[in-house]
């Protein structure tokens, strides 16, 4: 096929959010030589082995390659010309021509070996290049602040770092190894076609080409809608796909297979349809460009034949001219693909580079240094001093809270949803910054502290715990993977798992499924306290850690919290009044203000007290349910 060699199902789409994007050239969006910058720091950046000997050598072969294949048509030319001359004897006219034309096939082959070898070369850059643009970007989405990751679709953001990579090897591929040098032929071949027979030849050569290109790129522009149509509803299909399939229990909970699977189905009938006008669209494109090559060649053939005619151009000369349009026709054949792609290339590699040129909210300061770690007895005294924070989506936040947790000793949260409780606990862990306050660990602002030395100190037992799909040992030891095996079980036994884990098969190396889902949620919070507890932190902070166990499983493993908690300062955050009997300090949030604190046995004896009704509420609600 010409145009686009069936490029028009390309499989990395566009998300909805590059919808808009899509439909700008290359300088209404990324100007070209800010694109073709940002294209050229990221070679400079792949460290690829001997990457200026390579681009150089590689460089080299494709010019080489582009000029012997101007070249070999001329060999066979006098080849021709010289079979068709006089009376000469037999033997050494077939001898002349069998030498000449062996040289033609030798410079042919030279000519098409050249790109090969220069692809081999300059290989390892391209791979290089690719691979540490993936790795960086990576590294940058994992690094930027928990508000842009609540806000980003993980598919689409993964789409968009991968179309990203992968633009970046085409446009290398495409600009150094075709577009470019068929600009360079282009010109050598109108020097030889004016300078060697006849200027005319030139003209129709460069006007043809100048027509190809100015039709190729109209029928690119017009085709664009059929492609942005034909992605967004790609787009449309590939997240409906992912969600139902992250979420799949709740699309059977609730029988909505069905509903789910028309949604998907009515996606992909959008995109067939948006395919049939892309391809239809395609084959007129390929109708006009056979058009224009054709008529090029027979004016050209034309041309050369008046002038044979005239005694002015040999036999030889007449082939050599059709073959160096041919040869040059051929890299114009993709011309429309690589027009299409580079324009969507370009557009990708930008929105890549857009989420590289995010900022995170919360980063390390220039003189930020690791939370020193006590030799003896761990623990550290955490302080709120004045803290306000407001979530963009919500009317309330946390309004001036102070309090402090001191070493050693246990701190719980209690109030209703939407108090302010998980974002302290975001604060603590410094996912968020808070907007004015200060909050510090053991002396020390967290935000002149090392974001990794700060949560190396600090572990979290979450409500929801969320798994890799991987290993039981790969999971409990995520937070120190260094850990020995007699760590391990120490850890599985003071999160009262080791018995499960015995009963396994495959023991430890249990797959866990996607998200945990092959666990129930009380055997995942087990998971997660294990976890916890092989990081041995100075700051524990348990999030309603124990919600998901049934009553006996629960209480034994309080009894273990219990212990982990010693030498540990621990901020508890909890529904169940029950379970922070024990707590130094217990803070009562309503509407992101503290409105009572104290121990329980203050608390409930403080009549028309917050914390005096809740608890009153829970134990009638126990004696009743026994």
């Excluded at 499960?500 to 430890?508: H, Y």
């Excluded at 219990?562 to 529904?575: E, P």
């Excluded at 009997?581 to 503290?594: C, S, T």
Aim: glycine share 8%.
């Amino acid at each position: 096929m010409r145009g686009e060699r069936g490029g028009s199902r390309r499989g990395d789409v566009m998300s909805k959010a590059q919808q808009a994007g899509a439909g700008t050239s290359v300088s209404e969006g990324p100007g070209t030589l800010r694109a073709l910058a940002d294209l050229i720091g990221l070679v400079g950046r792949s460290k690829a082995p001997q990457l200026g000997l390579r681009v150089t050598g590689s460089v080299s072969l494709t010019l080489m390659g582009k000029g012997l294949g101007v070249l070999a048509p001329l060999m066979l030319g006098a080849a021709v010309n010289h079979l068709a001359e006089g009376e000469s004897v037999a033997t050494t006219v077939g001898i002349s021509f069998a030498a000449l034309a062996i040289g033609w096939a030798f410079i042919r082959f030279l000519a098409a070996a050249t790109p090969q070898l220069s692809d081999l070369v300059f290989a390892p850059v391209r791979a290089a290049a690719q691979k540490q643009t993936a790795s960086d970007a990576f590294a940058h989405a994992l690094g930027l602040s928990l508000d842009f990751h609540q806000t980003k679709r993980s598919g689409t953001l993964s789409r968009v770092m991968d179309r990203g990579a992968r633009a970046v090897d085409f446009l290398l591929r495409i600009l150094m190894f075709n577009l470019g040098p068929t600009l360079l032929e282009l010109i050598l071949a109108a020097a030889v076609l004016g300078g060697r027979y006849d200027w005319r030849f030139a003209a129709v050569a460069i006007t043809v080409v100048l027509v190809y290109a100015t039709a190729t790129f109209m029928m690119a522009n017009w085709r664009l809608e059929h492609r942005r149509t034909m992605n967004a509803a790609d787009a449309e299909a590939a997240g409906l796909s992912v969600d139902a399939l992250l979420n799949y229990e709740t699309v059977k909970s609730f029988g909505a297979e069905e509903r789910t699977s028309g949604a998907y189905e009515q996606s992909l009938s959008a995109y067939a349809s948006a395919s049939l006008k892309a391809n239809a669209s395609l084959a007129t494109l390929n109708l006009i460009q056979a058009a224009i090559m054709n008529l090029g060649l027979g004016v050209l053939a034309v041309l050369a034949g008046f002038e044979a005619a005239a005694g002015r151009m040999g036999p030889g000369d007449v082939t050599a001219a059709v073959l160096i349009m041919t040869s040059l026709y051929q890299p114009l054949n993709i011309l429309g693909f690589a027009y299409r792609e580079i324009r969507q290339s370009f557009i990708d590699m930008e929105e890549m580079l857009k989420v590289m040129r995010e900022k995170p909210l919360v980063a390390d300061s220039p003189n930020a240094v690791a939370l020193p770690r006590p030799e003896e007895t761990c623990g550290a005294e955490v302080e709120f001093d004045q803290v306000s924070f407001r979530h963009d989506a919500r009317s309330s936040g946390l309004d001036d809270v102070s309090f402090v947790i001191p070493a050693h000793t246990t701190t719980a949260l209690v109030g209703p949803s939407g108090s302010g409780k998980s974002t302290i606990v975001k604060l603590a862990l410094r996912l968020l910054d808070p907007q004015s306050g200060t909050v510090s660990i053991a002396g020390h602002d967290v935000r002149e502290i090392k974001q990794q030395s700060l949560r190396q100190s600090v572990a979290l037992v979450p409500q929801d715990v969320a798994l890799f799909n991987d290993t039981l040992a790969a999971n409990i030891t995520f937070a120190r993977p260094e850990a020995t095996e007699a760590e391990i079980w120490a850890a599985v036994e003071g999160a009262e798992l080791a018995d499960f884990i015995k009963s396994l098969p495959d023991g430890l190396q249990t797959r866990v499924g996607e998200r945990g889902l092959k666990l129930s949620g009380g055997e995942r919070q087990r998971v997660g306290i294990a976890r916890a507890l092989i990081a041995d932190p100075c700051v524990l902070i348990l999030d309603e850690a124990t919600s998901a166990l049934d009553s006996r499983t629960e209480a034994a493993i309080q009894q273990t919290l219990r212990r982990a908690r010693n030498g540990r300062t621990t901020l508890v955050v909890a529904h169940r009044l029950s379970t922070i009997m024990d707590a130094e300090q217990i803070l009562v949030l309503k509407q992101g203000r503290i409105i009572e604190r104290g121990t329980h046995h203050e608390l409930v004896a403080r009549q028309g007290g917050e914390y005096a009704a809740l608890w009153r509420k829970q134990t009638r609600t126990r004696k009743t349910t026994a």
